[in-house]
């Protein structure tokens, strides 16, 4: 059965509240103010990351928070929610569903989809599975995620490439084709036409994140195309 979180989330826009270290936005007020700016605009949901972060976020709108804690592996790559530390960390603060990172690489001893049967057989929160492959995404289907997200396709060694510069349709049509539960459009999102496309794919919401609340990579996209017309 499709929990009432992700009826909720149907169709619908998530916008990811999350700034790096250091940069100005980097602070759970500011970042709630972008929670709340997306939701007055009609986003049905927010992806939020930190502990204190989220806390504040979930006090500041009343959409559905998905929260999740970034780490990194040895190699420098992207970790989402690895821990049963960071788990309940975003439990204690009320996080409606948790994204962890469902990839094959191991942390702990456990590949994402081990740990995500683990924590679904031990706690009762929605799970969204960030997956980078087809394969991946049926193991965490398998393993019990809620819903399914192409997050991380681009961002593990094995789906890295030098230009990343769209989303990983191609991804998001073959987890749509081959599994029967929701799959949520995620990365490199950054344009409304994309967003619509996704849906058109079958995604069941979409997530944006830098397009709306990165400043700094918003204003370098400019820059660099005024740079490169000038040239
Ligand atoms: C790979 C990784 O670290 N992804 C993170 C996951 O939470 C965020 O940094 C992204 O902003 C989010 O996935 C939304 O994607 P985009 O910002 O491309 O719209």
Known sequence: MIPKILNDLKGGLIVSCQAKEGEPFDAPDRLSLFAQS???GGAVGIRSEGKNNTLYIVHSVEVPVIGLIKTAYPDGTVCITRTYTDVEKLLSVGTHMIAIDGTFRECNGFTGPEFIRKVRNRYTCPVMADIATVEEGLACVEAGATCLATTLSGYTPETKRKSQKSPDFKLLEELVKQTDIPV?????????DDAAKALKLGAWAVVVGTAITRPIDITSWFVEKLKESAQ
């Open 38 to 40: 997306a939701v007055l």
């Open 184 to 192: 949520i459009a995620e990365g490199r999102i950054y344009t409304p």
